[in-house]
C-alpha cells in the first residue's frame, strides 16, 4: 500500500471474493477512518472477482464520493475488464492500464473539482 495524503494505492488480492471480503473491508474501513478519499486499487494481481467482491468496490465508491472523493481501477485484466464491461460499470469504476496513470487521473479530476468549486464560490460570492 502507498499512501500520498488523501490519496491511497492498495492492491487488490489475486482472488476477490467472499473469503477475502472481510479482511479487504476492514483495511478499507481503516483508510476510510484516517481521511482516504483518492482510492486506487491495484488489480495487476487479480485473477478472480466475484460478486462480493463488486458490492464492496461499489459501497467504496459510494462512500468516497459522499465525501468528494474517488474509487479507481488499475491493471485490470483483460478478462476483469470485459467483465467490468459487461456488467456494465466500465464509467462507474473506471480502469486505467496502470497504478502511475489512475494516480494521475485522479489527482488531476481533484484539481478539476477543486478548480470549479472555486469559480462556483467566487460567483456566489459576487453576486452573480
Keep these: 500500500m502507498h499512501r500520498d495524503d488523501d490519496l491511497v494505492v492498495a492492491a487488490l488480492p489475486e482472488d476477490v471474493d467472499l473469503f477475502a471480503a472481510e479482511s479487504m473491508r476492514a483495511e478499507i474501513e481503516r483508510l476510510l477512518r484516517q481521511g482516504c478519499r483518492r482510492l486506487v486499487l491495484d488489480a495487476s494481481r487479480t485473477a478472480y472477482l466475484d460478486s462480493t467482491g463488486v458490492s464492496l468496490m461499489l459501497s467504496w465508491r459510494r462512500r468516497l464520493e459522499e465525501r468528494q472523493g474517488t474509487l479507481v481501477l488499475a491493471g ?17 469504476l473506471p ?17 478539476q473539482r477543486s478548480a470549479a468549486a472555486d469559480v462556483d464560490t467566487a460567483e456566489n460570492t459576487s453576486g452573480v
Excluded: N
Design 76 to 92: 485490470l485484466s483483460e478478462h476483469l475488464r470485459r467483465m467490468m464491461w459487461i456488467l456494465g460499470l466500465e464509467e462507474i
Design 95 to 111: 480502469a486505467y492500464a496502470t497504478v502511475l496513470e489512475a494516480q494521475a487521473r485522479v489527482a488531476r479530476g481533484l484539481q
